[in-house]
């Protein structure tokens, strides 16, 4: 199983930037997916998680309204659509995927978001 993070980068407060997360070697549309974060001395914590079919999320309270996670099954590729950015966004974005409601079975390698102020 892979997870392919895209799309970070350095932007400014109040700008948007959109991830992207390919997953290959699973069945996709099976599977349970989320965004996490971690941001320099900080502990890895939870952005928002999506269910296999993408009738559920649920997002941390930081970033509701701001944020939203989708994923497309048919490209076997997970969003997150990040908008009205802050300078406390700034962290590495993980992809994960879980097998099982509770477990993360598989993590990306990450892409690195940095909002300037």
């Known amino acids: 199983v892979q997870l392919a993070e895209s799309g970070g980068g350095l932007v400014q407060a109040g700008g948007s930037l959109r991830l992207s997360c390919a997953a290959s070697?699973?069945?996709?549309?099976?599977?349970?997916m989320g965004w996490y974060r971690q941001a320099p001395g900080k502990q890895r914590e939870l952005v928002a998680r999506?269910?296999?079919?993408?009738?559920?999320?649920t997002y941390a309270d930081s970033v509701k309204g701001r944020f939203t996670i989708s994923r497309d099954n048919a490209k076997n590729t997970m969003y997150l659509q990040m908008n009205s950015l802050k300078p406390e966004d700034t962290a590495v974005y993980y992809c994960a995927l879980a097998r099982l409601i509770g477990r993360i079975d598989y993590w990306g390698l990450g892409t690195q978001v940095t909002v300037s102020s």
């Open positions: 070697g699973i069945t996709f549309r099976f599977a349970y």
């Open positions: 999506i269910t296999s079919s993408g009738g559920s999320t």
